[in-house]
């Protein structure tokens, strides 16, 4: 598919499923994950439009969607830490279904979405530490522009290649959503908490218009600062495709 649409659509995901998936506290603080009891991986019929994530009453949903979203997800990586694997983690989509045991904690489902790729598509990775160039997320000279959600928010979010919108969006996932819009790891210093609400556009095509860089800056009152560190790359050994069931 075309590059914009993928970064379009791996923003979405990135959100959609760090909200679904986000650890709260470390895995040896708590017993090891549960398996899913029962998961179909199919694909995904190209005559039926959209993709969707939904986890509800141990009920795991996601539809339309690649191999390399899955793995960026079961992995907390993003699109551009992931090198090796075939050619199809980009072009073939799939649907998943899975149950979990109705004692499953949320905070589980990373490792057991890792455990179902490792065993569906045979999965084989490694990691790899590699000084890279990264970018801090800072307050800039004028103060944030960011406003503060209020209580009774909802959290909500829109993203594509050239605008964002989110309401009740706590900073980490605003800096992963960064990152994801930069194609670099961003790290946070600007020692915010809470939730915020905002919308900005950009346009790296149009000469007349801010580059996401500065829409950030003069729109949000951040800043990224280009910085050195080491950075956590994934290596896709071997995958196969899933037979159906």
């Known amino acids: 598919m075309a590059l ?4 379009a659509h791996a923003l979405i995901c990135a ?20 398996a899913f009891e029962v998961a179909a991986i199919k694909p995904h019929n190209p005559n039926e439009p ?25 992995y907390e990586v993003k699109d551009f830490q992931i090198s090796g694997g075939p ?44 000084e890279s160039t990264v970018y801090t997320l800072v307050i800039a000279k004028g103060g944030i522009k960011l406003h503060r959600s209020s209580p009774d928010a909802q959290f909500s979010n829109r993203a594509g290649p050239e605008g964002m919108s989110a309401t009740k969006m706590p900073i980490r996932l605003i800096v992963s959503q960064f990152s994801s819009a930069v194609h670099r790891i961003v790290i946070d210093k600007t020692g915010l908490e809470g939730d915020f609400d905002y919308d900005f556009r950009w346009s790296d095509k149009d000469p007349d218009s801010q580059s996401i860089f500065t829409a950030i800056e003069e729109q949000l009152g951040l800043k990224l600062e280009s910085a050195k560190a080491p950075v956590e790359f994934l290596i896709i050994d071997h995958a196969e495709k899933p037979s159906e069931n």
């Open 4 to 7: 914009k649409a993928f970064v």
């Open 15 to 34: 959100i959609a499923l760090a909200v679904m998936f986000a650890p709260a506290i470390h895995a040896q603080d708590r017993p090891a994950a549960p």
């Open 50 to 74: 959209g993709g969707g994530y939904s986890f509800q009453h141990g009920r795991l949903n996601i539809s339309n969607t690649w191999l390399r979203i899955l793995v960026m997800n079961a």
């Open 87 to 130: 050619s199809w983690i980009d072009s073939e989509r799939f649907d998943v279904v899975a149950k979990a045991p109705d004692t499953a904690d949320p905070r589980d489902l990373n490792p057991m979405l890792r455990a179902l790729l490792e065993d569906r598509f045979k999965l084989a990775v490694h990691r790899e530490s590699r």
